[in-house]
């Protein structure tokens, strides 16, 4: 990897940056595949600021990316961003998004433009208005066209009551898309997704060819493979995505999807969508009731006979604790839902615990509990991690940590155990690390156990 940085000031209201860099890239995989790439990257960034306040700003972002090998693309990007701050608490947004991408099978170009109007009154209300436009062009043999247009309000409100303080937030906004195109099947390139446990990630198309489902990391080079680094799960005329613990994809992490999928031709529809929060916070926040009501209807649609869209109303309901050095909730969440309608229950647990600057502890353990009503399954996900530090001097600690996962349901069935102890000292500039590592999986009819040492030495000049 090579990389090269540039940045330029021409004057007090002005800074911009331009990045270089060049990747050769080669991944192996457990002798199952093979993937090499040349990556080209520029990057130029800017800001311009029209008064000494900097209450009106300009934000350009541009980078063209160039990749050639297992698999080739070449992507444009260009955003631009307009920040006003008027009189009488408002502030006016606007952006504009330009997204380009060409490889082998498709010319995917995208334009997308945001406008939004925010008002605060006091401490208590704000408010804002937004509206918003995509156009999206595909291009594989035929022409496939999408338009998108969002509209809506964005309510806050917060109220000091006896003893604590009330919160309101209520969000309204109109969703109109048209799609024109021949029926058959079309390419999704790199469809963005954050696989977390316990949490349910849909593929945004149904009518997925499941054998063509190719999960990457961001760069395109690292793919992750089905039934080792991932799940996939029918739910009705959709896919679900699982990442498996142990395998690469990290929880939480971010993984890109390309896929291709069964296009019922032209169509359009109109969407509503409402969602209300409420929350009481008491007693210096010592205790927290919260209640979220979320509803998405379709009134119009034309020409969706094959279409599924997710009519879906969800309330959420909750109890939290915060002690200060310890937080403890549960909540309650009924998903009504034509595609994957659940019910779960969450308990959680989160403790920092520091004695006199010498003892260290963190603890964190969290359940959920779902009743997948339409397959009439149960699934449980838990997992528990803690880290205790102990510092014998200014210069030396020896640390523990580990973590438990369990998972119970229909093919998802896990036990993953990780542990790690470290003495870690530091004299003048060398650090001396020594540890010992234990990892046990056990995921459905395999077993892997991991038992390792290492010692670490580092001189810093």
Same mark, same amino acid.
């Given at each position: 990897?090579?990389?090269?940085?540039?940045?330029?000031?021409?004057?007090?209201?002005?800074?911009?940056?331009?990045?270089?860099?060049?990747?050769?890239?080669?991944?192996?995989?457990?002798?199952?595949?093979?993937?090499?790439?040349?990556?080209?990257?520029?990057?130029?960034?800017?800001?311009?600021?029209?008064?000494?306040?900097?209450?009106?700003?300009?934000?350009?972002?541009?980078?063209?990316?160039?990749?050639?090998?297992?698999?080739?693309?070449?992507?444009?990007?260009?955003?631009?961003?307009?920040?006003?701050?008027?009189?009488?608490?408002?502030?006016?947004?606007?952006?504009?998004?330009?997204?380009?991408?060409?490889?082998?099978?498709?010319?995917?170009?995208?334009?997308?433009?945001?406008?939004?109007?925010?008002?605060?009154?006091?401490?208590?209300?704000?408010?804002?208005?937004?509206?918003?436009?995509?156009?999206?062009?595909?291009?594989?043999?035929?022409?496939?066209?999408?338009?998108?247009?969002?509209?809506?309000?964005?309510?806050?409100?917060?109220?000091?009551?006896?003893?604590?303080?009330?919160?309101?937030?209520?969000?309204?906004?109109?969703?109109?898309?048209?799609?024109?195109?021949?029926?058959?099947?079309?390419?999704?390139?790199?469809?963005?997704?954050?696989?977390?446990?316990?949490?349910?990630?849909?593929?945004?198309?149904?009518?997925?060819?499941?054998?063509?489902?190719?999960?990457?990391?961001?760069?395109?080079?690292?793919?992750?493979?089905?039934?080792?680094?991932?799940?996939?799960?029918?739910?009705?005329?959709?896919?679900?995505?699982?990442?498996?613990?142990?395998?690469?994809?990290?929880?939480?992490?971010?993984?890109?999807?390309?896929?291709?999928?069964?296009?019922?031709?032209?169509?359009?529809?109109?969407?509503?969508?409402?969602?209300?929060?409420?929350?009481?916070?008491?007693?210096?926040?010592?205790?927290?009731?919260?209640?979220?009501?979320?509803?998405?209807?379709?009134?119009?649609?034309?020409?969706?006979?094959?279409?599924?869209?997710?009519?879906?109303?969800?309330?959420?309901?909750?109890?939290? !604790? @915060? /002690?200060?050095?310890?937080?403890?909730?549960?909540?309650?969440?009924?998903? #009504?839902? %034509? =595609?994957?309608? &659940? $019910? +779960?229950?969450?308990?959680? !647990? @989160? /403790?920092?615990?520091?004695?006199?600057?010498?003892?260290?502890?963190?603890? #964190?353990? %969290? =359940?959920?509990? &779902? $009743? +997948?009503?339409?397959?009439?399954? @149960?699934?449980?996900?838990?997992?528990?991690?803690?880290?205790?530090?102990?510092?014998?001097?200014?210069?030396?600690?020896?640390?523990?940590?580990?973590?438990?996962?369990?998972?119970?349901?229909?093919?998802?069935?896990?036990?993953?155990?990780?542990?790690?102890?470290?003495?870690?000292?530091?004299?003048?500039?060398?650090?001396?690390?020594?540890?010992?590592?234990?990892?046990?999986?056990?995921?459905?009819?395999?077993?892997?156990?991991?038992?390792?040492?290492?010692?670490?030495?580092?001189?810093?000049?």
């Amino acid at each position: 990897l090579i990389e090269a940085r540039a940045s330029k000031s021409f004057g007090s209201r002005d800074r911009s940056e331009l990045l270089y860099s060049h990747h050769d890239y080669l991944y192996r995989y457990a002798e199952l595949h093979e993937t090499a790439h040349l990556i080209n990257r520029v990057a130029l960034n800017n800001s311009i600021f029209f008064d000494p306040a900097r209450k009106y700003n300009l934000n350009s972002r541009f980078s063209w990316y160039d990749q050639q090998g297992s698999y080739s693309f070449r992507r444009v990007e260009l955003l631009e961003g307009l920040t006003m701050h008027l009189p009488y608490h408002l502030r006016l947004m606007g952006n504009f998004n330009l997204y380009n991408l060409k490889d082998q099978v498709q010319t995917w170009d995208q334009k997308r433009s945001r406008i939004s109007l925010q008002h605060k009154l006091f401490q208590s209300l704000t408010s804002k208005l937004y509206l918003e436009y995509t156009r999206i062009k595909l291009e594989t043999g035929h022409l496939h066209e999408e338009t998108d247009i969002r509209g809506g309000v964005d309510l806050k409100y917060t109220k000091k009551i006896p003893s604590g303080y009330l919160n309101l937030t209520y969000r309204y906004y109109r969703h109109s898309h048209s799609t024109n195109g021949a029926s058959g099947m079309l390419q999704v390139v790199r469809e963005e997704h954050s696989l977390r446990d316990g949490e349910i990630s849909l593929l945004n198309k149904p009518y997925v060819e499941e054998q063509t489902v190719r999960l990457t990391d961001a760069s395109g080079s690292l793919i992750y493979q089905l039934n080792f680094d991932y799940l996939l799960i029918e739910r009705g005329s959709y896919l679900e995505i699982q990442r498996i613990p142990g395998g690469l994809i990290p929880d939480g992490g971010m993984v890109y999807v390309d896929y291709t999928y069964q296009q019922p031709g032209s169509y359009s529809y109109a969407a509503n969508n409402n969602y209300f929060n409420a929350s009481i916070l008491l007693f210096k926040r010592l205790i927290e009731l919260y209640y979220t009501y979320s509803v998405q209807e379709y009134p119009k649609v034309d020409q969706g006979d094959l279409l599924t869209l997710n009519t879906y109303h969800q309330h959420i309901y909750g109890i939290r !604790l @915060d /002690v200060g050095f310890a937080r403890a909730g549960i909540e309650g969440d009924q998903y #009504n839902s %034509n =595609i994957i309608p &659940y $019910r +779960m229950v969450r308990y959680y !647990l @989160d /403790v920092n615990w520091n004695l006199k600057s010498a003892w260290l502890l963190t603890l #964190n353990g %969290n =359940i959920r509990d &779902y $009743r +997948m009503i339409a397959d009439e399954v @149960d699934q449980l996900y838990a997992n528990v991690s803690g880290k205790l530090v102990y510092r014998i001097g200014p210069r030396m600690k020896v640390s523990l940590e580990g973590g438990y996962l369990n998972q119970r349901g229909a093919n998802i069935d896990l036990d993953l155990l990780t542990s790690r102890a470290e003495f870690r000292s530091t004299f003048n500039k060398l650090q001396l690390r020594v540890g010992l590592e234990l990892y046990r999986r056990l995921y459905q009819n395999s077993d892997f156990a991991f038992n390792g040492a290492y010692i670490q030495l580092t001189r810093r000049f």
